[in-house]
């Protein structure tokens, strides 16, 4: 069974950082395409970052390009959001995903498997 598990959300102020976890089991790690999305209240879900070991692959969109680094570390499984310059536009839920079809565009297409979320609010 495919989990993916969420940590690190927390309240930051204005141009402060945050690193959010996410610790992946039940799949072979180097096979999948792993990555966050997230989610503020009414506005549309958003992919914000991709990990694709198959493809040697990151993605961002230019909402984060320059300020978000998503990271692996395979021994421990587990991806990493390493968030700066946060801004209160970023304040969402934010989710793990992974996905079998090991390429960025599957992943933040249409992503297989969800983590539970983890809240991210940044104050102004």
């Known amino acids: 069974e495919v989990q993916l598990v969420e940590s690190g959300g927390a309240l930051v102020q204005a141009g402060g950082s945050l690193r959010l976890s996410c610790a992946a089991s039940?799949?072979?790690?180097?096979?999948?395409?792993i990555g966050w999305f997230r989610q503020a209240p009414g506005k549309e879900r958003e992919g914000v970052s991709c990990?694709?070991?198959?493809?040697?692959?990151?993605y961002y969109p230019d909402s984060v390009k320059g300020r978000f680094t998503i990271s692996s570390d395979n021994a421990k499984n587990t991806v990493y959001l390493q968030m700066n310059s946060l801004k209160p536009d970023d304040t969402a839920v934010y989710y793990c995903?992974?996905?079998?079809?090991?390429?960025?565009?599957?992943?933040?297409?249409?992503?297989?498997?969800w983590g539970q979320g983890t809240q991210v609010t940044v104050s102004s």
């Open positions: 995903a992974a996905e079998s079809r090991p390429d960025c565009y599957s992943l933040i297409g249409h992503p297989r498997f």
């Open positions: 039940g799949f072979t790690f180097d096979d999948y395409a």
């Open positions: 990990i694709s070991r198959t493809e040697g692959s990151t």
